[in-house]
Nanobody, 123 residues
């Protein structure tokens, strides 16, 4: 129903920066919350940051002050600016979006995930 395409991952040295992008497409009526999650090898997927349609932000304690989440509602896109990266930030980062899509003659909830993008921080 809704496809999320992520970009911006890569390899960076500790202290460097990356900017992740995630664009949503499909028969979207509206997007409510958008967010970023990450999963390191052998660990459970964890929330990194979320942002509401109105721009309210929430961050995991481990990234607060270093990462900034933002969104462009006109483009159905969410961003994650990652500064002062640490080796502990190494993980696959997944985009998430929820909201409403048009289905049949009504609107319906959706909750979609991106394919994930690798972020590797070397020391």
């Amino acid at each position: 129903q809704v496809q999320l395409v992520e970009s911006g991952g890569g390899l960076v040295q500790a202290g460097g920066s990356l900017r992740l992008s995630c664009a949503a497409s499909g028969n979207i009526v509206s997007i409510n919350d958008m967010g970023w999650y990450r999963q390191a090898p052998g660990k459970q997927r964890e929330l990194v940051a979320t942002i509401t349609r109105g721009g309210s932000q929430n961050y995991a304690d481990s990234v607060k002050g270093r990462f900034t989440i933002s969104r462009d509602n006109a483009k159905n896109t969410v961003y994650l600016q990652m500064n002062n990266l640490k080796p502990e930030d190494t993980a696959v980062y997944y985009c998430n979006a929820g909201g409403y899509v048009r289905k049949w003659y009504i609107k319906e909830n959706f909750d979609s995930w991106g394919q994930g993008t690798q972020v590797t921080v070397s020391s």
